[in-house]
């Protein structure tokens, strides 16, 4: 009984109450609660809650099967919950239930996978998606125009679809995803497939709609892609989500901590060991002294890879100390050898972060 009072309390602070988080300003846009799908007894999203503020870029991270197109698919309404909620913001300006009364929300719009088109032009589709979902009439016409030259698939707007390369054709789905303005942006996996050259333009295409002030949710297991463009990372492993914060927090909790040590030659061999033992000696002092470091000689904090002329340089995450390192670092190298890089990767940073909360956890069987 006192559950159930709580629960009333609380579905109806997430209909009529703040949705401004105290102290800081951000407004909510929406917010998952105890959600949860089940396909028969397989528990494919198992009591999500996130809370999602106007503006951020959020990356769903996860191994197949963990989730995260299951939720997606939910906030698109292709899904219907089995418990909990979505709550998403209207134009009243409060938080409303995702249902089958939608009118008053904020528009959103969808990336699911990879986009097919009817054997159209480009101006053709995106003037039909415009007019089926009640775009003005006077402005469809200088939305396209200013989608395609955004995008820079201008000229090509009278080609048929069927000709473009899968690059091209990915930038169509995300702007057919965007033509109506919409406040909330969810791209499932926009990187699938594309070559390099087509994965930077997409990641510079998220970030046009970042400065657009939209708030976008990003599913990918390229974990690369995430860290360049997402503000906050949504870790999910057996349709829960274990971790939900900055890159940045969550490197906090990691147990190691690496710097990344480019020298411009090789260290030679008759030198090896003195120099790498040496450099222990001087880099003791911030040595990450919790972790079982994955060098071959003696537990050594310092592990030197000859074919790349690099070190990796386990230390104790502190900001001071990577000054103190790099200084120690450019002293023994200044004479016969040169430091060409020193830096703490962040996808490095983010793998750590990946196999630490996600595949230490038991694997299972299933979609999602």
């Known amino acids: 009984m006192e559950t ?179 406040q909330i942006i969810i791209l499932d996996e926009p990187q699938t497939g594309l070559d390099p050259k087509a994965r930077i333009e997409i990641r510079a295409t998220i970030r046009e709609l970042q400065k657009l002030g939209k708030t976008i949710f990003v599913a990918s297991h390229m974990l690369h892609e995430i860290s360049e463009v997402c503000d906050k990372i949504a870790l999910i492993n057996n349709g829960k989500i274990v971790a939900f914060d900055t890159i940045e927090n969550l490197e906090k909790n990691l147990k190691e901590k690496e710097l990344h040590c480019q020298l411009l030659y090789p260290i030679p061999h008759k030198d090896l060991e003195s120099t790498i033992d040496r450099i222990n000696q001087k880099l003791e002092h911030y040595a990450n002294h919790n972790i079982e470091v994955p060098t071959p000689e003696h537990n050594h904090s310092v592990k030197y890879n000859p074919e790349e002329q690099n070190f990796t340089i386990y230390y104790d995450g502190k900001r001071e100390s990577r000054g103190e390192i790099l200084e120690i670092l450019m002293s023994e190298f200044k004479s016969n050898n040169k430091i060409i890089s020193f830096s703490q990767p962040k996808t490095s940073k983010l793998e750590q972060i990946y196999l630490e909360m996600i595949l230490e956890d038991q694997p299972r069987d299933g979609g999602g």
Not at 154 to 182: C, Y
Request: positive net charge; charged residues 25%; glycine residues 8%.
């Open 4 to 182: 159930d009072k709580l629960n009333r309390i609380a579905e109806e602070k997430s209909s009529i109450g703040p949705i401004e988080k105290v102290g800081t300003g951000l407004k909510t846009v929406m917010r998952l609660e105890n959600l949860t799908k089940k396909f028969g007894s397989f528990i494919a999203v198992n009591n999500i809650n996130i809370e999602v503020y106007e503006g951020e870029t959020i990356g769903l991270v996860g191994p197949n099967g963990a989730g995260k197109t299951t939720t997606i698919k939910m906030i698109a309404k292709l899904l219907r919950p089995t418990s909990g909620k979505i709550l998403v913001l209207n134009k009243a300006g409060k938080l409303q239930a995702l249902n089958g009364n939608d009118k008053d929300l904020v528009r959103f719009g969808f990336l699911i996978d990879q986009p097919f088109f009817y054997d159209m032009t480009a101006y053709q589709i995106l003037r039909y998606f415009a007019r089926s979902q009640n775009y003005q009439k006077e402005k469809i016409n200088s939305r396209i125009d200013e989608l395609l030259k955004l995008f820079k698939l201008f000229k090509w707007k009278h080609e048929k679809v069927n000709t473009f390369s899968k690059g091209m054709r990915q930038k169509m789905g995300i702007i057919q995803s965007i033509l109506v303005d919409p």
